[in-house]
């Protein structure tokens, strides 16, 4: 019976070069009884000795390492093994362009190493942290990232031409979390540039947003931005939410602007969906269309009601399409959506809702 329960198991590998950090990280694993620490590995080449024997069910893995680097190790690893992989860095400049790209390669998540973990309290907080990553990134379909990451490049090039827009005075909301930024990008890459306002919560550490804004900027349509305060929101403007900071929608309808703050974590997120989705379901109410796509947890769904409730149209991403059914599922088990739309139909959905 106990082997029983053993198998059931989330089998987890670590591989990190720090033999400090790689403890911290096999201690998390350990703390937790729903987790199965199946080996630690200093690099790529110990790694797949171990993988050869125990396929794991996610691996976290360190950008940084001798021999190869993670995002090399990741690109043969997917190709081989498509395992949900959380990718753990110290967040340096340089680092935050390899993790983006890791993104690209398939990667689900990304964990910022801490600087110091002062305390006990702070030691175990991120022990909760990383579990929870592990179990949410534990549920993804790698079939579906990988089927969307061809999707986006057979799209690679596609001219998105203007449309007659009508209702220029309403703007949409979306919020998403692990797989989001691959969904984030099918969406606006297949959207004019002249589309009402687009407000996005996606799920990132601080320093990357600005990274993912400035990519999406440089192929769609839209103009996008990492929001900052005060911001006006307007037609063909799309404004990311800062990894550490909260965004929510202020101004009136007509004159819509972003409210930037350090306000806490909600859901323990930072930005959060739920604050900028109950914050346009105060503001924009009937003038908005709210979208939850791909993410663990259950950050948005509230806020999503809230805005249907206030008279806003909402759409949730279906399970199919979506790298984890995790938002989407809670915010359909609150019926916080007037549809469940595959990734492929959002965009026109989208378009359909604002032309003449």
Known sequence: MREAIKNKKIKVLVIDDSV???RVLANAVESDIE???IGTAADPFKAVEIIEKIVPDVITLDIEMPHMNGLTFLDKLMKQYPIPVIMVSSITQGNKEVCMDAFQKGAIDIINKPGKLKSNENLYD???FVCEKIKGASKANIVQKRKLLIDLSTIKNQTVLPIPILKTNEIIAIGASAGGTTAIEYILRALPANMPGILITQHMPKGFTNLFANRLNDICALEVREAQDRDSLHQGVVLIAQGGKQMELAGTIGNYRVAVTDAEPVNRHRPSVD????????????????VILTGMGADGAKGLLNMKNAGAYTVAQDKETSVVYGMPYQAALLNAHNEILSLPKIPKFLIDQFKK
């Open 126 to 128: 991120f022990y909760s």
């Open 35 to 37: 987790l199965d620490l």
């Open 275 to 290: 604050v900028l989705f109950n914050s346009v379901a105060r503001i924009a109410k009937t003038k908005a269309t709210g």
């Open 20 to 22: 400090i950090f790689r």
